[in-house]
């Protein structure tokens, strides 16, 4: 071996028993963090790896990740909260350990660690989430969330009450805890205020557009104005969460599972709902107006989405469902301005047809309620068991309906008593036939 070949084996040596020693000294933690560093994909942005990155500006780094990337990534930030764990859980051993005011300084300690603990936790899961929502493998992502959520679920279950005080008033106090959490309830409390108004607003204007459409019921005006009144809530609502930071896409996939089980809940009511709607755009009747539905007659006093409500003439309020009212016979009486008063008066046999004629017309003629065109009918009508029978249409107007109706019985009936014509009540002839008395004598 020449002294050349020599030399290069010393110095290789040399160069080998210095790295060992150099490793040998160097501090577990700081072991532990090269491992954790060389577990990251070399090809991964140094920022997503910092510690101190806020949890706004690693979302928008994690974007452009790929899966492969994500899962590093997740794998990474795992060994920061592992590390920061270590670090608690020794911490918490040594308040064991401790009393009186060293056990109170540990305890101060022990909630800074656990504070920045939970910055990593939420920057772990905003990795996570990432991944998950990129199509990471389900296990894979399913491990990671249960990792954090016991972190976190042995935490609240290990710490004594004086280290949960200390952690809740400096969470109270953080920047980015209570202070934040108080500035976004007051954000959504302010955007409440101003989405009612701006809501309002926008009813009103919608009111006045639908005031230009012709043949618009009010019933079907409220609906539409309640609905773009609710819609404005809450389309505003969930852009003032998405702007907050706060992930909305698992609201719609609430509203989705919670819809579909309504849908088989309240079968019933869904079919109150589309009736409802049918009522609204076909307009049968509209408030105000005297109808017969449902079996009921009344006023239309209000009509929602799932039910009518009616006033009867006694002043009854009834609630009907609306497959009740659209799945009957509906009977609207103010859809015409004018109705035909039906009346029937009955006079004696032995009484004047022509007579009776006269006074009747004469009556009706002299009334100011009733219409002159169309002409009134007056006819003989039944040649009944007790009486013969006349009718009596006059045409009115159909607010005066009832009027004309209560004041033509009162006036035929003083009529013809002055008359002398009869109102005859129900008779009827008994005839007798005698029969042959039996013979005693056979």
């Known amino acids: ?86 670090k608690v859980a020794d911490t918490q051993i040594a308040i064991l350990q401790s009393e009186g005011s060293v056990a109170q300084e540990t305890r101060q300690k022990l909630a800074k660690l656990i504070q920045n603990r939970q910055q990593l936790l939420r920057n772990y899961s905003a990795v996570v989430a990432s991944w998950e929502k990129k199509g990471g493998n389900a296990d894979e992502i399913a491990t ?31 920047r980015n805890g209570g202070l934040a959490f108080a500035m976004d309830l007051a954000i959504v409390v302010a955007a409440l205020v101003i989405l009612v108004i701006f809501a309002r607003i926008v009813r009103k204007t919608a009111r006045r557009g639908i005031a230009q459409v012709p043949h618009v019921s009010q019933l079907l005006e409220t ?20 702007a907050l930071g706060i992930d909305i896409t698992p609201l719609f996939a609430l509203f989705g599972g919670a819809a579909f089980v309504l849908a088989f809940a309240l079968q019933d009511t869904l079919g109150n709902l589309a009736s409802g709607l049918m009522i609204m755009i076909n307009r049968p009747f509209d408030v105000g107006d005297y109808v017969s539905a449902g079996g009921v007659s009344g006023t239309v006093r209000s009509v929602s989405i799932v039910s009518t409500t ?12 609306n497959k009740s009212v659209w799945g009957n016979v509906i009977t609207n009486v103010n859809t015409s301005n004018t109705r035909r008063v039906d009346l029937v008066f009955g006079i004696g046999y032995g009484d004047s047809i022509e007579h009776a004629q006269r006074v009747l017309e004469d009556i009706v003629a002299n009334h100011n309620l009733i219409l002159k065109e169309p002409l009134p009918l007056i006819r003989v009508h039944a040649l009944a068991d007790s009486s013969v029978n006349f009718i009596c249409r006059p045409w009115v107007n159909t607010s005066n309906y009832w ?14 008593d002055q008359e002398g014509i009869s109102i005859p009540f129900p008779q009827r002839d008994v005839h007798m036939h005698g029969l042959p008395v039996p013979d005693k004598t056979e």
């Open 310 to 321: 009616v006033t009867t003439p006694d002043n009854q309020v009834i609630v009907i469902p």
């Open 403 to 416: 009027a004309v109706y209560w004041d033509l019985h009162r006036l035929v009936k003083e009529r013809f």
């Open 144 to 174: 990671a969330k249960s990792y954090s959520n016991t972190i976190l679920i042995e935490q609240t279950r290990t710490s004594d009450l004086n280290t949960l005080l200390i952690q809740a008033s400096n969470w109270f106090t953080a």
């Open 223 to 242: 609906f539409v104005l309640g609905v773009i009144y609710w819609l404005t809530l809450a389309i505003g609502l969930l852009i003032v969460l998405s």
């Open 1 to 86: 071996m020449t002294f050349l070949q020599t030399s290069q084996s010393l110095l290789t040596r040399f160069a080998l028993a210095f790295i060992a020693c150099w490793l040998l000294t160097v501090s577990p933690a700081a072991a532990q963090d090269t491992a954790a560093d060389a577990t990251a994909a070399p090809d991964l942005p140094a920022k997503i790896l910092d510690q101190a990155i806020t949890g706004k500006e690693l979302e928008l780094r994690l974007v452009p990740l790929t899966v492969e990337e994500l899962k590093a990534a997740a794998a990474t930030w795992q060994g920061y909260v592992k590390l920061q764990s270590e």
